[in-house]
T-cell receptor, first 114, second 111 residues
Framework: AQSVAQPEDQVNVAEGNPLTVKCTYSVSGNPYLFWYVQYPNRGLQFLLKYITGDNLVKGSYGFEAEFNKSQTSFHLKKPSALVSDSALYFCAVRDRTGANNLFFGTGTRLTVIP | DSGVTQTPKHLITATGQRVTLRCSPRSGDLSVYWYQQSLDQGLQFLIQYYNGEERAKGNILERFSAQQFPDLHSELNLSSLELGDSALYFC??????????FGPGTRLLVL
């Protein structure tokens, strides 16, 4: 069975500092991993994905994520946080058993402090 | 803007009632997915349609059903509504197995 875990419900970071939002996964076979962001009263916006290839994936708004197979992690990172990055972030893994639906983590609320 | 549209944005109804949520996928996307987001259950996959046919089912209650029409828009029908059905319902679309793009959601409140 596929699953993802986001161990931190809340992450606070000062504006201009680097940020990391953690995600670990459990899948059978090669994972398809995703990060989405949800702003208040908005839908989920796609940030980036890892399918295969380079372990460092670059995405929208300056975000990147590093796939680490040995640690089964896919942490989201940004070198310099902006106040506008404050939102709810979801890690997801795609079902590899035939359907293509996503299994989401519980979400991490990122607050960037001015 | 993802290109996925959902109507209505908000819906308030009473227990026991039936509602229909509508989703129009991005142009060219054949797959439509429905997800439910609630405080206690998080984001959960409900059902997927591909080019008019049901492709996968997740944690969808028997009181809920969906369909995808020839023009590829989809409807999610929720019946015999209970207080616990109050949630944000998202539709997403994709080109076969590619990235899913989400609509803005329909917020359902059952009183």
């Amino acid at each position: 069975a596929q699953s993802v875990a986001q161990p931190e419900d809340q992450v606070n970071v000062a504006e201009g500092n680097p940020l990391t939002v953690k995600c670990t996964y459990s899948v059978s076979g090669n994972p398809y991993l995703f990060w989405y962001v949800q702003y208040p009263n908005r839908g989920l916006q796609f940030l980036l994905k890892y399918i295969t290839g380079d372990n460092l994936v670059k995405g929208s708004y300056g975000f990147e994520a590093e796939f680490n197979k040995s640690q089964t992690s896919f942490h989201l990172k940004k070198p310099s946080a902006l106040v506008s990055d404050s939102a709810l972030y979801f890690c997801a893994v795609r079902d590899r058993t035939g359907a293509n639906n996503l299994f989401f983590g519980t979400g991490t609320r990122l607050t960037v402090i001015p | 803007d993802s290109g996925v549209t959902q109507t209505p944005k908000h819906l308030i109804t009473a227990t026991g009632q039936r509602v229909t949520l509508r989703c129009s996928p991005r142009s060219g996307d054949l797959s439509v997915y429905w997800y439910q987001q609630s405080l206690d259950q998080g984001l959960q996959f409900l059902i997927q349609y591909y080019n008019g046919e049901e492709r996968a089912k997740g944690n969808i209650l028997e009181r809920f059903s969906a369909q995808q029409f020839p023009d590829l828009h989809s409807e999610l029908n929720l019946s015999s509504l209970e207080l616990g059905d109050s949630a944000l319902y998202f539709c997403a679309s994709s080109v076969v197995e590619e990235t899913q793009y989400f609509g803005p959601g329909t917020r359902l409140l059952v009183l």
